[in-house]
């Protein structure tokens, strides 16, 4: 059939034909009762009746040669198989299901350009559409020659074109789980494309809109290029180093409205949104954080954040779920502020377009910035300038290489000095109190161990001569003899011939034991300074050397 060139608006399908002269006269259509084979080029019809006129007749604007030119083809390239309306999937609660008539567009074969054809389908509820048991199937309105069914099939089907899916389900025994949600939707497909944009992606970038610091905790946002749903639009460069300004906002009392306080310049740096109605202050070595939204009317907001925050918390905090309404219906967050209490300097400033890279974490501690803070005041200082605010429980743990040149050591059981000491008299300034761990021996002799040369106190318990055998020297062992109330000789000997008694800084000779003169309180104290020789801290009486013993 010959392609008619008429304007598809104002085409009127009306009963009856007839073309009238200026004389009234209406002539005999040329070559019998019909009119056929007819271009019409230009001008109007009216009361004609077209038949036989198809979607495939109507050409559009074309450029000579090309393979597309009908309304038809316009329909085939541009639109696709799916879903239009109807094809509700209902569950029969045994087990089966009942698939509701419906309509939608179709292919007739797997390819994007093939003819499309709108087609409306039958009701299913037979053998056509059982369901797997332990399975999930498909349900799908397929060409089938012409005659479009409605069928479930085990296998997820990838032609799209000949196909309509409806939805899925999972069956087990007569407990369906039916999505229908899944279904190929091709009606009003503009609309629905706005919608979704709107909810789910209300603004999208294409380009700038980027902030940074400037001047002193000013910020800048580049020009921006953008869309809202499907209209694209642009936003002016602002710095508020220069003449632009910001609003800042935060809420009143309980989420109860929004305060604003306009013409802004800077970000703040001790203050945050508690939510009370006015503004909170940070506490020490806090961080605020500030969120920055744009209008599409050019128009700056800054929103406090709503906490007190460590730094890792402000990292983490999320954009406020509620923001003023002018930002909720037409602004867009493009930024991220952290500062920390009274600085001069944001901590951070991130942007919510530019792309983030997740680098590796510092692994060895000396990698991470700050070190030299002191921002931990819970912590000792290696350099002993914070004092402690409790009493030091050290637990069973030993003070190793301790220098107490000052103050009181109180508390003391039985204390132990275990070191190196490179000259024989000990200098100690300050006091120790507390308890010493005192013996009173009963024993004509008694053999020591390390155990009790410790800071031990041996007095002498039943006014009998008492012989004392040290053990073998070991730097820092010390003890402490003594004849009481009692006037009976006191005698000591190294553990044998290669350990030596140093009296008053001289040798008494190796092997060679020291003896008191039987007074009463004679005492001595001993010390070892190494693995062979012991050296007398101080004592009272004559003490002289008692040979080898």
């Known amino acids: 059939m010959k392609k008619y060139l008429i304007p598809l608006l104002g085409l009127l399908l009306v009963a009856g034909i007839g073309f009238a002269r200026r004389d009234g006269f209406v002539p005999t259509p040329y070559g019998g009762p019909d009119w056929a084979n007819v271009a019409i080029t230009g001008g109007t019809i009216t009361g004609v009746a077209i038949t036989g006129l198809t979607s495939a007749d109507i050409e559009m604007a074309i450029i000579a040669g090309a393979t597309y030119t009908t309304v038809q083809d316009m329909q085939n390239v541009f639109h696709s198989a799916g879903w239009v309306s109807g094809g509700g999937i209902t569950d029969d609660a045994d087990g089966t299901i009942t698939v509701a008539a419906g309509t939608g567009l179709i292919r007739a074969t797997d390819t994007a350009v093939a003819e499309i ?60 789980h039916i999505n229908v949600v899944d279904k190929h939707v091709v009606g009003d497909h503009a609309n629905s494309m706005i919608r979704r944009l709107k909810d789910t992606m209300a603004f999208a970038q294409v380009s700038g809109g980027i902030i940074s610091a400037t001047g002193t905790r000013n910020i800048a946002l580049t020009t921006g290029s953008f869309w809202q749903g499907l209209t694209e639009f642009s936003t002016a460069a602002f710095d508020s180093s220069g003449a632009d300004r910001f609003s800042y906002w935060y809420r009143l009392v309980s989420d109860s409205g929004w305060v604003e306080v306009a013409t802004q310049s800077a970000i703040h740096q001790t203050n945050y949104d508690d939510n009370s109605g006015t503004l909170a202050t940070l506490s020490n070595n806090k961080y605020g954080v500030h969120w920055v939204y744009l209008e599409v009317d050019d128009d ?61 974490l510092a692994t060895d501690h000396g990698s991470l910035a700050g070190l030299a803070d002191d921002d931990h005041t819970q912590y000792l200082l290696a350099d002993g300038s914070r004092a402690l605010a409790g009493a ?32 024989d008299i000990v200098a100690a300034t300050g006091t120790i109190n507390g308890l010493v761990k005192v013996t009173l021996t009963t024993a004509a002799t008694l053999v020591l161990t390390a155990a009790n040369t410790a800071g031990d106190f041996h007095v002498n318990g039943d006014n009998d001569v008492i012989d004392y055998t040290l053990p073998g020297a070991a730097a820092g062992l010390t003890a402490c003899f003594y004849a009481g109330s009692f006037a009976q000789v006191v005698t000591i000997d190294p553990v044998d011939g290669t350990d030596t008694i140093y009296l008053d800084g001289a040798s008494v000779g190796a092997g060679d034991a020291i003896d008191s003169a039987g007074g009463v309180a004679d005492y001595v104290c001993l010390i070892a300074l190494d693995a062979t020789n012991w050296h007398t801290l101080g004592r009272s009486g004559t003490w002289v050397d008692g040979g080898v013993d």
Not at 301 to 310: E, L
Request: hydrophobic share 45%.
């Open 300 to 360: 700056v907001n800054v929103v406090y954040g709503q906490g007190d925050y460590t730094l890792a918390q402000a990292e983490d905090a999320q954009a406020p779920a509620a923001v003023p309404e002018q930002i909720l219906t037409h602004g867009f967050l493009v930024g991220k502020i952290i500062i920390k209490k009274s600085a001069a300097a944001f901590a951070q400033i991130e942007s919510a377009f530019t792309s983030t890279f997740a680098g590796s």
């Open 117 to 176: 054809v709108f087609t409306d389908w039958a009701a299913e509820a037979g053998a056509n559409v059982a369901l797997a048991d332990n399975d999930i199937s498909w349900v799908y309105v397929e060409y089938n020659a012409g005659s479009p069914q409605v069928v479930a099939v085990t296998t997820e089907r990838t032609d799209y074109n000949t196909n309509i899916l409806l939805g899925s389900i999972q069956r087990t025994g007569t407990t369906l």
């Open 392 to 423: 030091w429980d050290m637990g069973s743990q030993n003070l190793t290489n301790v220098d107490i040149d000052s103050g009181t050591i109180n508390g003391v059981a039985s204390p132990s000095f275990t070191g190196t000491v490179a000259a």
